[in-house]
T-cell receptor, first 112, second 114 residues
Framework: GDSVTQMEGPVTLSEEAFLTINCTYT??????LFWYVQYPGEGLQLLLK?????DKGSNKGFEATYRKETTSFHLEKGSVQVSDSAVYFC???????????FGTGTSLTVIP | DVKVTQSSRYLVKRTGEKVFLECVQD?????MFWYRQDPGLGLRLIYF???????EKGDIPEGYSVSREKKERFSLILESASTNQTSMYLC?????????????FGPGTRLLVL
């Protein structure tokens, strides 16, 4: 069945460092791919998404490109800030739009 | 602005109590979901609902039941709370059949069972 695998955490970076969180997926057909962010004590909120191959989602300096050839959707940011400290979830919506799959989450801590 | 609300942010209950967690969405979404989130385990789906009075078991339904009498409201019920149900509970809603649509999450309810 469809699934999402994301990089284990936790990840600790210094402010202004480059961030990559890896996410790969298994799916049939044409899924949509998402990144969610969860700040401490809150629910998940959509960070960005991409709905077809080669699409790039971007928001708040974060980017991810839907790579069908490598079945990947890695999250990147060029210069992280302390306020980016959160848990990040990769997710997939299947071809039918009726099933949703989450990765296990990657905790990011950014230190000044 | 879309909104999913949960009845409580924090809840403390005793073992054996019946617990109700309420979730309301204002987006006219068909699909609603209940997850629990535990450290190191990510999000685990408890139950979901495709429509009013419809429900489907998720990955970990044991010890839980749900009710969806109105489209906007989806309730999670712990029939007899146990300490291993101490967790963060997240509700979400989503437009059905649209693969590009995101899930919208509530703020979560942190439940402690003593």
């Amino acid at each position: 069945g469809d699934s999402v695998t994301q990089m284990e955490g936790p990840v600790t970076l210094s402010e202004e460092a480059f961030l990559t969180i890896n996410c790969t997926y298994t799916a049939t057909g044409y899924p949509s791919l998402f990144w969610y962010v969860q700040y401490p004590g809150e629910g998940l909120q959509l960070l960005l998404k991409a709905t077809k191959a080669d699409d790039k989602g971007s928001n708040k300096g974060f980017e991810a490109t839907y790579r069908k050839e490598t079945t990947s959707f890695h999250l990147e940011k060029g210069s992280v800030q302390v306020s980016d400290s959160a848990v990040y979830f990769c997710a997939l919506s299947d071809n039918t739009g009726n099933q949703f799959y989450f990765g296990t989450g990657t905790s990011l801590t950014v230190i000044p | 602005d879309v909104k999913v609300t949960q009845s409580s942010r924090y809840l403390v209950k005793r073992t054996g109590e019946k617990v109700f967690l309420e979730c309301v969405q204002d987006m006219d979404h068909e699909n609603m979901f209940w997850y629990r989130q535990d450290p190191g385990l990510g999000l685990r789906l408890i139950y979901f609902s495709y429509d009013v009075k419809m429900k489907e078991k998720g990955d970990i339904p044991e010890g839980y039941s749900v009710s969806r009498e109105k489209k906007e409201r989806f309730s999670l019920i712990l029939e007899s709370a146990s300490t291993n149900q101490t967790s963060m509970y997240l509700c979400a809603s989503r437009q059905s059949g649209q693969r590009q649509e995101t899930q919208y999450f509530g703020p979560g309810t942190r439940l402690l069972v003593l």
